[in-house]
């Protein structure tokens, strides 16, 4: 039975409180020669002390790299001089809140590639309401960030949000677009402008760290098993390499891979090795605006 639409977007709302507080704390650990493995657990650990839980491992991503970065399991990267997203998902029951803030720890130097990505999403979350098209919001994204000389990085957007599903349609794409949606009041979407001073575009590289279960499928080897029964907690929500039990993980993992049960986020990075930055909060779409769940308190 589908809830009233009060009840689900109170969840919506006590997500995005909770993930704004986290995101403050977040900020304040990312330092230079600070561990992200650090960073990456206060995250999550704070998630689950709030009675929230993560809806994808906290993604820590730096300089070229746009997304899908996360800790490994003994990882011992620290924060250099790096531009730095932190990426932020919960939920409350299903329903997920989902933000994403730009640390410069370059010194400075890359203020208004930071300030690009914001002045994006602020100005998409001004014109957003019950009626209009994804295909302006796109528009004014992609004006803010040219207007800046800086890159909207072309094939990353902004996504509805459902219980349970942190990427569902409407696409909400950075750049201007030809066949726009329109959204409608009570509508939950993340928008996530990325700017970048490379070519505009990421590709695929680099290790895997983060997974999702694509459909359970039957498997023989017992270790895949036991592996299956505890990812699908998750709920087909991405889950992180690190938080799964060691023992002869990699032979699990290669099973569900193999007969095709697990999807596999590679990490992201900028085409033209640019520096990426990112700036992304929830709204619902209301009759004449929006209300940011996740803004800060
Ligand atoms: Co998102």
């Known amino acids: 039975m589908e809830e009233e639409i009060e009840v689900v977007l109170d969840k919506y709302r006590a997500a995005g409180r909770i993930l704004a507080e986290v995101r403050e704390g977040a900020i304040e650990r990312v330092k230079e020669g600070a561990l992200l493995l650090e960073v990456a657990e206060f995250v999550e650990q704070s998630i689950r002390e709030k009675g929230a839980e993560p809806a994808f491992p906290c993604n820590i991503s730096r300089n070229e790299e746009a997304a899908h970065a996360t800790p490994s399991i003994d990882d011992e ?7 730095v997203k932190v990426d932020i998902g919960l939920h409350i029951d299903g329903y997920i809140a989902d933000s994403a803030v730009t640390v410069d720890l370059t010194g400075g130097e890359n203020a208004e590639l930071v300030g690009a990505a914001e002045a994006a999403l602020n100005a998409a979350i001004k014109i957003i309401r019950d009626g209009i098209s994804t295909a ?36 909400i794409p950075n750049v201007r677009y030809e066949h ?10 993340a928008i996530e402008p990325f700017a970048t001073d ?3 575009k990421v590709v695929e590289g680099g290790n895997v760290a983060i997974y999702g279960l694509r459909k359970a499928k039957p498997v023989r080897v017992s270790e ?14 991405p889950f992180a390499k690190r938080w799964l039990p060691r023992e002869r993980l990699d032979l699990a993992l290669r099973t569900l891979k193999n007969v095709g049960a697990l999807r596999e986020y590679p990490v992201l990075r900028e085409e033209g090795g640019g520096l990426v930055s990112q700036a992304e909060h929830t709204v619902i779409v ?3 605006g929006c209300e940011v769940t996740t803004k800060r308190p």
């Open 180 to 189: 726009g949606v329109i959204l409608k009041e009570n509508d939950v979407v």
């Open 136 to 171: 302006e919001i796109g528009e004014v994204i992609e004006n803010a960030i040219r207007e800046r000389e800086y890159k909207p990085v072309v094939n990353l957007s902004g996504h509805g949000l459902a219980r349970y599903n942190a990427h569902t349609p409407p696409t």
């Open 224 to 237: 895949a098993k036991k592996l299956l029964e505890e990812i699908e907690k998750y709920q087909g929500l």
């Open 198 to 200: 490379g070519a505009g």
């Open 77 to 83: 990267t620290v924060f250099g001089k790096d531009l």
């Open 286 to 288: 209301t009759k004449d």
